[in-house]
């Protein structure tokens, strides 16, 4: 609305002020056919021409412009976007920070920010969504071992606090938990990426499934929770496969902690 109106009042309005005077004074008509112009009748038609069409192509521009920010508005990210602040925490950039003292950092720091007034949820990750990072896992269902199927998918480890904090459904079974810390490693799946380690190709993986990473033979981890999102690494990618990994059992130096009030 800004960018249309400065164009209207800086460009449209000094075209229509210099074509509400006399004209007849600038352009003399003879048969009907032919336009005679003096030289500075010819410099001020040019200027005239140019601003228009600049002008022209600037609401244009804005116009395109309005409508990708509000298709990008409406589009579904998968998560909720209001009332929330990430920031990446580093401790390796600290001198003399020890890697045995991560962990209390954290805590401290999750203590801290919980305790502020307002503040609902705190959660830790790899990354967040939509920012362009992630790693990816070799994903193998079972029974893939003869015909060597593998699957790529994005994968993001995270606190349990992580699904809650960003509100993304969990759509079977159940997200982390404190507990996820002995036993078989849980991960949890899109819907995605179930589709894509059914057997058949006709149904889906479903929550106490076990699959591979890496290969056949490396980590057997056990589907704990399907989440019904389709996040990506961009605005307007395809849906991919995902993959969650817990904060309880892969330690981060570096990560992203979420506030959510």
């Known amino acids: ?7 209207f009042c800086f460009g449209l309005l000094p075209v229509l002020q210099t074509f509400s005077r006399d004209i007849r004074g600038q352009f003399s008509v003879a048969d ?10 010819r410099l001020r038609f040019g200027l005239v021409t140019a601003q228009v069409t600049l002008s022209v192509l600037a609401l244009v521009v804005a116009g395109l412009f309005a ?19 990430a920031f990446t925490v580093d401790p390796s950039l600290l001198s003399g920070y020890r890697p045995a003292d991560v962990a209390s950092l954290y805590r401290r720091i999750t203590s801290k920010l919980a305790s ?33 199927r593998v699957i790529a998918a994005d994968f993001y480890i995270v606190s349990p606090e992580y699904f809650a904090a960003l509100s993304i459904p969990v759509v079977a ?13 849980k991960v949890l799946v899109n819907e995605t990426l179930a589709r894509r380690l059914s057997p058949t190709g006709g149904g889906s993986a479903r929550p106490g499934d076990r699959v591979w990473l890496d290969s ?46």
């Open 67 to 85: 409508r990708s920010l509000a298709a990008a508005r409406a589009v579904d990210v998968g998560f909720a976007t209001e009332q929330a602040v």
């Open 173 to 185: 079974g159940r997200a982390f938990t404190g507990a996820d810390t002995s036993g078989i490693e």
């Open 1 to 7: 609305a800004v960018a249309i109106a400065s164009v």
């Open 216 to 261: 056949i033979g490396g980590t057997q981890v056990e589907v704990a929770g399907i989440v019904g999102s389709d996040l990506a690494r961009r605005l307007g990618d395809r849906p991919r496969p995902l993959l969650w990994r817990s904060l309880e059992r892969i330690r981060l130096m570096r990560s992203v902690v979420i506030v959510r009030t």
């Open 32 to 41: 009907g056919a032919s336009v005679r112009r003096s030289s500075a009748g």
């Open 116 to 148: 502020l007034p307002g503040v609902t949820s705190v959660a830790r990750a790899s990354s967040i969504p939509l920012d362009g990072n992630s790693n990816t896992a070799r994903v193998v269902a079972p029974g893939e071992a003869e015909r060597s």
